[in-house]
């Protein structure tokens, strides 16, 4: 090599550990990337790193966390991009793919609060924080008499405003949570049937430029067949629903041996309205399965249910 693999990312303590361990990754399947100055980390700060007085729906949507990564592609400042796969948009830019996904993490959402109550517990009226419009939708069909503000911030910033009592409670994903050490602060983890994860949560995509064969070869061995069949029903159901952070959108595939199960909902974002479907099939049509899920809903939605 030439020059060091550049891999590129945001630089959030959770960003930083998921470039770490695709580097790491990376170094065990290709023993000679050990030699110093063969792989290069290289931050960048985002558009979404830089917002946080809002939430990502009136920010503009996932593309604030990938932009910048994106740029620094496509003019050669970094050869890989490594991404929480939930913040990747569902149409990637002209001459960018992701070409890898690592072994998929814990998909629950995980609760905190300041004084050890669950959800069903927490006292009428109390504030429950988070970014997302999912976990707002879903608290709010479970607990309309809660209140949910916006929570933005990385994962250590959001525990400390929680700490300081700034909001009653919160949510975080547990896939982070596992990969920044930090599970022992959790009050209750949140099952697939009390809370729908993000599309692709849990997961961690590598893109690239579609061009770049010789990157292409080197991830090639840690692609993970089980997570790409999941991700991809996903997205399928997320592209079909042309799906955003402006949207509450939860769905979640899993997998039986060949066979993959899909569940998907939709809600309003005071959770009053909801919407689901469930799809089995092979995993081998895994895109058709979650396109189908999504047409499914998107055929029984209220027109501009989105923008309302």
Not at 212 to 217: I, K, N, P
């Amino acid at each position: 090599m030439t020059q060091p693999l550049r891999i590129g990312t945001r630089g959030s303590p959770l960003a930083l550990a998921q470039a770490h361990e695709t580097r790491d990754r990376l170094i065990a399947a290709h023993p000679h990337l050990a030699a110093p100055g063969t792989i290069e980390i290289v931050v960048f700060k985002t558009t979404g790193d830089r917002i946080l007085d809002r939430t990502l729906a009136e920010a503009g949507g996932k593309g604030l966390f990938t932009k910048e990564l994106e740029d620094a592609l496509l003019d050669g400042r970094a050869d890989l991009a490594v991404h929480s796969m939930k913040d990747v948009p569902t149409w990637m830019p002209d001459g960018l793919e992701i070409s890898t996904l690592l072994p998929r993490e814990d998909t629950r959402d995980a609760f905190f609060s300041r004084g050890g109550h669950t959800v069903d517990t927490l006292p009428a009226g109390s504030v429950v924080g988070t970014a997302g419009l999912r976990r707002q939708a879903q608290i709010l069909e479970r607990r309309p008499d809660l209140t949910v503000v916006p929570f933005r911030g990385n994962v250590q910033s959001r525990l400390a405003k929680l700490e300081a009592g700034e909001v009653d409670a919160t949510l975080l994903a547990l896939a982070g949570l596992r990969r920044l050490g930090l599970t022992d602060r959790i009050t209750a983890v949140l099952e697939h049937e009390e809370m729908l994860p993000a599309v692709a949560q849990g997961a961690i995509g590598i893109e690239i430029r579609s061009a770049d064969e010789a990157t292409r070869a080197l991830l090639a061995p840690l692609n993970c067949a089980a997570t790409t069949a999941r991700v991809t029903a996903e997205r399928a159901l997320l592209a079909m629903l042309d799906g955003s952070c402006r949207t509450p959108i939860a769905g979640l595939a899993t997998l039986d041996g060949d066979r993959l199960h899909l569940k998907a909902k939709v809600l309003s974002n005071d959770g009053r309205q909801v919407f689901r479907a469930e799809r089995n099939g092979s995993a081998a049509d895994a895109a058709a399965i979650g396109a189908d899920a999504g047409a499914e809903i998107k055929a029984v939605l209220p027109p501009d249910f989105f923008k309302s």
